[in-house]
Structures are given as structure tokens and as C-alpha cells.
């Protein structure tokens, strides 16, 4: 077990000036924070337990047009579904 690699995990990530957009264009908007300041507390905290669990956190950028893009190419809402499977999608394509 010793010799496993670090298990990758991607947190989703989001830039102060995209955070309005975002929450705008997201179906289940309500599941997300109201200010991008209560955001990034959150998403640090979770970025902090997940490196003291010994994972790899690597911080997946949304941009609302790539997103939009690539929520409409799948055929999928943008909601949490939604971004869960394309920062899994980015994730297994970042480098460890």
C-alpha cells in the first residue's frame, strides 16, 4: 500500500469576477453560495481537509462560457451533476 500514487481529487474553482455568472447560469443555483467570499471559505476549508487526508487537490477553473459550451455539447443542465462530471472530466487530464 505504501507504494499507491497520491489519489487525485478536482475541486471545482471559480475566479471572483466569473462567481455572479456562475451562480446565474446554474439550474440549482440555490445549492450554491450567495457571496464568492463565502464560496472561497468553503472551498478552501474542503481543499484543506482533503490535502490533510493525503489526496492531490487539484483546483479545476469553471469559466461559465467553457461550461455553458460543454454542459450543451453533453446534452446536460448546468447543475451540480453537471459540474461534478466536468471537473472529474478535467481532473483525469491534469497532471499529478
Same mark, same amino acid.
Given at each position: 500500500?505504501?507504494? #499507491?500514487?497520491?489519489?487525485? &481529487?478536482?475541486?471545482?474553482?471559480?475566479?471572483? #469576477?466569473?462567481?455572479?455568472? &456562475?451562480?446565474?447560469?446554474? !439550474?440549482?443555483?440555490?445549492?450554491?453560495?450567495?457571496?464568492? #467570499?463565502? +464560496?472561497?471559505?468553503?472551498?478552501?476549508?474542503?481543499?484543506?481537509?482533503?490535502?490533510?487526508?493525503?489526496?492531490?487537490?487539484?483546483? &479545476?477553473?469553471?469559466?461559465?462560457? %467553457?461550461?455553458?459550451? +460543454?454542459?450543451?455539447?453533453?446534452?446536460?443542465?448546468?447543475?451540480? !451533476?453537471?459540474?461534478?462530471?466536468?471537473? %472529474? #472530466?478535467?481532473?483525469?487530464?491534469?497532471?499529478?
Amino acid at each position: 500500500m505504501a507504494n #499507491e500514487p497520491t489519489r487525485q &481529487i478536482g475541486l471545482p474553482w471559480y475566479r471572483r #469576477e466569473d462567481y455572479p455568472r &456562475i451562480r446565474e447560469m446554474m !439550474a440549482d443555483r440555490h445549492n450554491l453560495a450567495p457571496t464568492y #467570499e463565502s +464560496w472561497l471559505a468553503a472551498a478552501e476549508n474542503n481543499e484543506s481537509v482533503g490535502r490533510d487526508a493525503g489526496l492531490h487537490v487539484n483546483r &479545476i477553473l469553471i469559466e461559465p462560457e %467553457a461550461f455553458a459550451r +460543454w454542459c450543451a455539447a453533453q446534452g446536460v443542465e448546468p447543475d451540480s !451533476a453537471a459540474r461534478r462530471d466536468y471537473v %472529474a #472530466e478535467k481532473n483525469s487530464r491534469a497532471e499529478p
